[in-house]
């Protein structure tokens, strides 16, 4: 369901999003008439059975979603309805944050901030029964722009044990946004393979993933790529994809070409995509998607070249953006965009492709993961994308 691009002739999905919307505001309604019982509860000063309480309200809202409070402070409580690993669902959560009314003593956030060292250890010991014990960690960027963690834990010699512990640990040191922003793959090691000087003590993961951040930053252009599209480098690339009768996203790209190879490389593969990785200057990478409606490889080729020199010359000639990479799939073709306005966009996207002829069957899609049930159709009545 569309929350940032909703289409007003989409009577169907406007009818199940009004209706989301409903939850919610009852959701908010029943929240507000127990907010003081709630928070008196958390600071330890009444009796009151909270996970009955969000299992008969907040749940109805999506039951994927998860919840957390916490007193923050004395006189301030905390509510963070999270995504729980499901960014998809993250403009949902954003519209139910601007709805929460205006309680005194309370604050609504999206997400999980950074704890402190303390509060980790207690939070790895609540949720998995047992102590995390002696940790040291190393955080390095190895591809994708993403940090990738390794643990060494010498007291837990359970390795899945391990593993949960290392991410509970990693997620409260760093908040959810960070983890999901930043963070690849978290592996943990035998005890043999932890005893160099490149480890650090856990309170030191922090430090250590924003200046691999840091690092990735100094590498990022200091101004959009609108302007600087004749010093893209461009690389070629091939692909093998199975047969399928339809595709969603990208997968039945077979060959291309990018100007950020990095980034075309995450987005293709399918992993966790955020735009922030690879622009320091607010891009967002989006994707063009056009049907071949059955045709040969040649004319499709042509019919994306066309709009990609119409499209690139009206995003570049209003400072809205740029064409980053091209690809031509066993059914569709594509094509790669960094927008400094998505939003505003729009309209000369839909211009060019529709001046070009291209099929009914034809989305902006994006890149990024919590944007991944997000689409705009280039034509009034395009129907949804393959999923």
């Not at 960014?87 to 309680?103: G, H, S």
């Not at 604050?107 to 060292?117: G, K, N, Q, V, Y």
């Not at 592996?187 to 000087?197: I, K």
């Not at 211009?351 to 944007?371: N, P, Y």
Request: charged residues 25%; glycine residues 6%; contains cysteine.
């Amino acid at each position: 369901m569309r929350w940032l691009y909703p289409d007003p002739l989409d009577h169907e999905e406007n009818a199940a999003r009004k209706a989301v919307v409903s939850r919610i505001e009852k959701w908010w309604q029943a929240f507000a008439a127990q907010a003081e019982n709630i928070h008196a509860y958390l600071h330890g000063a009444a009796e009151f059975d909270l996970p009955e309480f969000m299992q008969a309200h907040i749940e109805q809202v999506d039951p994927h979603l998860g919840w957390e409070f916490g007193a923050v402070r004395a006189g301030l409580a905390r509510l963070v309805i999270s995504v729980d690993g499901n960014l998809a669902l993250r403009p949902m959560v954003d519209a139910m944050i601007a709805l929460a009314p205006k309680l005194e003593g309370w604050e609504f956030l999206h997400s999980r901030p950074a704890d402190t060292m303390e509060a980790a250890l207690s939070a790895v010991e609540a949720e998995t029964e047992r102590a995390l014990g002696r940790a040291s960690v190393q955080a390095q960027v190895i591809s994708m722009n993403r940090v990738d963690l390794q643990f060494h834990l010498p007291d837990v010699p359970e390795e899945k044990l391990a593993h949960t512990q290392a991410v509970i640990a990693a997620e409260r040191l760093l908040g959810e946004d960070a983890l999901a922003r930043w963070v690849g793959s978290i592996r943990t090691v035998e005890d043999s393979q932890g005893q160099d000087g490149s480890w650090l003590p856990l309170q030191d993961l922090p430090r250590s993933v924003f200046a691999e951040v840091a690092g990735v930053d100094a590498r990022l252009p200091e101004v959009p790529l609108v302007q600087m599209v004749k010093d893209l480098r461009w690389s070629l690339w091939r692909l093998s994809p199975p047969d399928r009768q339809d595709y969603p996203r990208e997968q039945d790209l077979i060959m291309g070409s990018s100007a950020l190879e990095e980034m075309s490389a995450c987005a293709q593969l399918g992993a966790p995509f955020d735009s922030r990785r690879y622009s320091k200057v607010g891009e967002t990478f989006c994707f063009l998607k056009f049907d071949g409606e059955g045709r040969k490889v040649a004319p499709r080729m042509d019919e994306r070249k066309k709009v990609e020199a119409s499209l690139g010359l009206a995003l570049v000639a209003a400072n809205l953006g740029c064409v980053v990479g091209a690809g031509t799939g066993k059914r569709y073709s594509y094509l790669d965009l960094a927008l400094l306005d998505a939003r505003a966009s729009l309209a000369t996207i839909r211009d060019c492709m529709r001046e070009a002829g291209v099929s009914k069957r034809s989305w902006l899609l994006f890149h990024d993961a919590c944007l991944a049930d997000e689409w705009v159709g280039i034509w009034d009545d395009t129907p949804p994308p393959p999923k």
